[in-house]
């Protein structure tokens, strides 16, 4: 488990967070600039030393401010990837990985293991400074890794990179999650990211916790910032039930509720995240007839809260333990008399079921 | 020259990376022979340093040194006055390596030296090779200090310059005059190039 208690005052802002997230798996710290996402991970790798507050990992104390005590970084284990890489300019890329290895007690992420993992054998003889953005930062994962850590940080590795480079890095990143039991803290304000690659996530706002816990849950809450962006929707962990290959569809299994989405590519038994956007939800209280959709699934409204702003009602729907969050307006509300705990019919096209990799 | 470079890599790191009481009044004082005539430099030098001077009269009762009037008594002179020159090359190539580099080599497990040994030292490389050649051509060059300090005595404390002087002011010593000055475009030229040769493999070493 990662405990983290910070409290520091800088001019004109002044941090105060709090948060614990299980381990191994990924912690997000998801914020608008200025949110102190960057501050949080200063922190949690030693680079900042804050007024009071306490900082555990797995139960080893880097930071006690009661006891005084205080891990410096270079005796932390805590590995850093940085936004902008920096790699070594006057070592070889095999010469900056090994840099933190070789300063490393013996672990067991292993050189061979995380040049495979990252793809990155060819680059070793080179240079940084000619590789592309993208190899730049697989080398600066890599090197961060082979430090053995204990923690990894990750301060925005992809928010430097276009699009492209993006698509090519995040697969290696989710590889790194399911490979190496390590507990990671990544820092992002892309939602796309977080969607990807949070187990945990942590919505930070003006150096406060705005909410904390599983990404599940707090993705199908109507009333966080999340809920009224344009691509609010609840993450829900799902398995891989059945194939359909003659109808060229697969069955989804989400707690008690059943998806059909079309055919995925991934053997029976797969575990999945799926993305379910909340203004692709249609709420209705009897099942429509002679539609072309698939997914008619009855549950139980959780909550409904209105947003203003968007003249919209966002209403929580437990499905048989999958949360689903749907944004419809509030005369739909009305009609339909929603209200927590009326059971309620939730209609999901398949084709607007985002599948992501678990 | 060899005292002084690592003296000067010194308090060029204090100066660029510390955070101190009196900091300014070491900048000052670094910077002051720059400033000061050199004479002043070589009479202040023989105050302090003279046989009956504060430190001088140590050196002589406790090592049986003697600095006034001597070789080492001009390489002193030199080296004060290249110092300046040396700091100031050194500190501006320190401060140009980016701190985030040290940082990200402490959260790779290095601590304070081997952090400068293995990442501010090497990139700062460039800076500290020019601070040596500059400190070099500015001893070989030396003149109001060193005549001052630890006079004129050809085979001893005489610097190029002191003897192309006293060759032209010897009648018919211009031929003499004219070898020396070639030797010091020659030494001059020399360390130019080997400043410019040095630095370009170091840069591209650190891939600038």
Redesign the interface.
């Given at each position: 488990m990662i405990e983290a208690a910070l409290r520091h005052r800088f001019a004109g802002f002044t941090l105060d967070v709090a948060f614990t997230a299980p381990t191994p798996g990924v912690t997000v710290l998801f914020g608008p600039s200025g949110a102190g996402k960057s501050t949080v991970v200063a922190a949690l790798?030693?680079?900042l030393r804050p007024e009071s507050g306490r900082i555990a990992v797995d139960g080893a104390v880097l930071l006690d401010g009661d006891a005084g005590a205080f891990v410096?970084?270079?005796?932390?284990?805590?590995?850093?990837v940085?936004q902008?890489a920096?790699l070594?300019?006057?070592l070889s890329v095999e010469s900056n990985l090994r840099?933190?290895l070789r300063?490393?007690p013996a672990g067991p992420i292993g050189f061979a293991d995380v040049v495979d993992l990252l793809g990155i054998a060819h680059l070793l003889p080179r240079?940084?400074?000619?590789l592309s953005g993208g190899e730049r930062q697989r080398v600066a994962i890599g090197?961060?890794l082979l430090?053995q850590p204990r923690l990894l940080l990750m301060d925005e590795p992809l928010a430097s990179l276009d699009t492209a480079r993006k698509a090519e890095i995040l697969p290696y990143l989710l590889r790194l999650k399911t490979a190496l039991a390590l507990p990671i803290v990544y820092v992002t304000h892309a939602p796309d990211e977080v969607f990807a690659i949070a187990d945990t996530l942590v919505l930070l706002e003006a150096g406060r916790v705005l909410a904390a816990g599983p990404l599940v849950e707090l993705t199908a809450r109507g009333d966080l910032p999340l809920a009224a962006r344009d691509d609010a929707g609840a993450v829900l962990a799902a398995e891989l039930a059945e194939h359909h290959p003659a109808r060229r569809l697969s069955l989804l299994r989400a707690g008690a509720m059943r998806l059909w989405v079309p055919l995925v590519d991934a053997p029976v038994g797969t575990k999945l995240r799926l993305r379910i956007p909340a203004r692709e939800i249609i709420l209705a209280t009897m099942a429509p007839e002679a539609i072309s959709l698939h997914n008619i699934v009855p549950g139980q409204v959780r909550t409904v809260t209105e947003n203003a702003a968007r003249h919209a009602a966002l209403v929580e729907v437990d499905a048989g333990g999958a949360v689903l969050l749907a944004r419809i307006t509030p005369d739909a509300v009305a009609r339909l008399a929603l209200r927590p705990g009326a059971p309620v019919l939730a209609l999901i096209k398949s084709m607007a079921v985002d599948v992501l990799p678990h | 020259m060899a005292v002084g470079l690592p003296v000067a890599l010194a308090v060029a790191f204090l100066l660029a990376r510390g955070r101190f009481p009196g900091r300014a009044a070491l900048d000052a004082l670094v910077h002051l022979p720059m400033v000061l005539p050199p004479v002043v430099v070589g009479w202040l030098l023989l105050l302090l340093f003279g046989v009956r001077g504060p430190i001088g009269a140590l050196l002589q009762d406790w090592f049986a040194i003697r600095l006034v009037f001597t070789a080492n008594g001009a390489a002193l002179a030199c080296a004060v006055m290249a110092f300046p020159l040396m700091v100031r090359a050194i500190r501006l190539s320190l401060e140009a390596v980016?701190p985030?580099?040290e940082?990200?080599?402490?959260?790779?497990?290095?601590?304070p030296l081997?952090r400068f040994l293995?990442?501010t030292l090497?990139?700062a490389a460039p800076g500290v090779l020019v601070g040596g050649i500059v400190g070099y051509a500015a001893c070989l060059g030396e003149f109001g200090a060193v005549i001052t300090f630890a006079a004129n005595i050809p085979g001893q404390t005489q610097t190029l310059p002191l003897a192309i002087y006293a060759a032209l002011q010897t009648p018919g010593g211009e031929a003499v005059a004219a070898r020396l000055s070639l030797v010091s475009v020659v030494l001059a030229v020399c360390g130019l190039l080997l400043a410019e040769w040095a630095g370009r493999r170091l840069r591209r070493?650190?891939?600038?």
């Open positions: 790798a030693g680079l410096p970084p270079e005796r932390r284990r805590v590995g850093l940085f902008d920096r070594f300019p006057h840099y933190g300063r490393a240079r940084p400074h000619t090197r961060a430090s | 980016d985030g580099l940082q990200a080599a402490r959260t790779l497990g290095a601590g081997d293995t990442v090497p990139l070493r650190v891939g600038r």
